[in-house]
């Protein structure tokens, strides 16, 4: 059973940042394709970044060229750096660890940390 555990969210200024960490226990994360998804009040959440254990990364167009994600093995940490943030980045961000190996699916949830992103 891996256990995820979100941390770096809370209130900034629009265009300040933020780093987002997800740290896991009970498995190795770079087996795992990593992603984190975000869910503002009232919205679906959505996928925001993700990461295959390959490090080829994609991004959802909103934040293109303002958000990165990262991975430490060796801390089994994965990150999502959020600069030039706005109001509308506001949400639940949720870290996500997805696995299929030979048809067995593996798919682990953080609790999720608050961002807020207002003056």
């Known amino acids: 059973q891996v256990q995820l555990v979100e941390s770096g969210g809370g209130l900034v200024q629009p265009g300040g940042s933020l780093r987002l960490s997800c740290t896991a226990s009970g498995s190795n994360l770079s087996l795992y394709l990593m992603g984190w998804y975000r869910q503002a009040p009232g919205k679906q959440r959505e996928l925001v970044a993700r990461?295959?254990?390959?490090?080829?990364?994609n991004y959802a167009d909103s934040v293109k060229g303002r958000f990165a994600i990262s991975r430490d093995n060796a801390k089994n940490t994965v990150y999502l750096q959020m600069n030039s943030l706005k109001p509308e980045d506001t949400a639940v961000y949720y870290c996500?660890?997805?696995?299929?190996?030979?048809?067995?699916?593996?798919?682990?949830w953080g609790q999720g940390t608050q961002v807020t992103v207002s003056s």
């Open positions: 996500n660890a997805y696995r299929n190996y030979y048809g067995r699916i593996s798919d682990y």
């Open positions: 990461m295959t254990s390959a490090r080829s990364t």
